[in-house]
């Protein structure tokens, strides 16, 4: 197998299909892996360059799914490290690299493996890339102020990323959106149809986040309401 090559942005990868997760370039993730073909395509890339592709299967169920079972555009990443647990399995750490399109697969029968293209992101007006950029953080904020399963440090750093694409793709990793939304942020190659659908995503979230605190405050009072007035006629009988 060979890396990506620079002139060409072509390559053969080992593939890995992911169940229930969508990996983004710039996210570091640990996965954990059982089955074989998933677990001879990391050995065979850890002998070699340690980038492997990973791609989101359609079908968090299936144990084996077929090449067009497979969405077609993942991530290409790097195995920062490999440890083989006692029962078999495999926790590996990788960082997403790049977006990569994955043209067709080979006949390897023992792991998935594809040839695959680099996809690039078009050149476009940075001006309003940056106005979308605000409204993101200013959304993701208070997306989190109501997600209590996010970090508030998450949208520190956030803030601070400078580079619009990692921006977009950190947002994406953190919503709590399904997996076909998610595969949708990766295979939006412009930064600002990207940028736009996770707005869009960030304030479909937060109208249902601002519903259901409004629930839970009623129910509580409701609750509370019920607690005072138990007391009140335990006192009375007493």
């Given at each position: 197998m060979a890396k990506i090559s620079k002139a060409s942005g072509d390559g053969v990868f080992a593939v890995l299909p992911l169940r229930d997760i969508v990996v983004f370039p710039h996210m570091i993730v640990p996965l954990f892996v059982g089955r074989e073909k998933s677990i001879?395509?990391?050995?065979?890339?850890?002998?070699?360059?340690?980038?492997?592709?990973?791609?989101?299967?359609?079908?968090?169920?299936d144990d084996d799914p077929e090449p067009d079972a497979i969405f077609d555009i993942g991530t290409l990443a790097n195995v920062l490290q490999l440890l083989?647990?006692?029962?078999?399995?495999?926790?590996?750490?990788?960082?997403?690299?790049s977006r990569a399109k994955i043209v067709s697969f080979t006949d390897r029968a023992d792991f998935h493996e594809a040839r695959a293209t680099a996809?690039?992101?078009?050149?476009?007006?940075?001006?309003?890339?940056?106005?979308?950029?605000?409204?993101?953080?200013?959304?993701?904020?208070?997306?989190?102020k109501l997600n209590k399963k996010i970090s508030p440090e998450?949208?520190?750093?956030?803030?601070?990323?400078?580079?619009?694409?990692?921006l977009a793709d950190t947002v994406a990793s953190h919503l709590a959106i399904k997996i076909p939304e998610k595969q949708e942020m990766l295979a939006t190659l412009s930064v600002k149809e990207r940028l736009e659908k996770a707005m869009g995503f960030m304030e479909a979230e937060i109208s249902v986040?601002?519903?259901?605190?409004?629930?839970?405050?009623?129910?509580?009072?409701?609750?509370?309401k019920t607690q005072r007035e138990y007391y009140l006629n335990e006192q009375m009988k007493a």
């Open positions: 001879k395509a990391l050995e065979e890339v850890m002998g070699q360059e340690k980038q492997i592709l990973l791609a989101t299967q359609m079908n968090a169920a083989k647990l006692p029962d078999g399995t495999v926790k590996v750490l990788v960082e997403g690299a996809l690039a992101e078009p050149e476009e007006e940075e001006v309003e890339i940056e106005a979308l950029a605000r409204s993101v953080v200013t959304d993701f904020e208070n997306y989190v998450v949208v520190g750093a956030a803030s601070q990323i400078d580079d619009y694409s990692k986040l601002q519903v259901e605190k409004r629930i839970r405050s009623r129910v509580k009072r409701q609750m509370e």
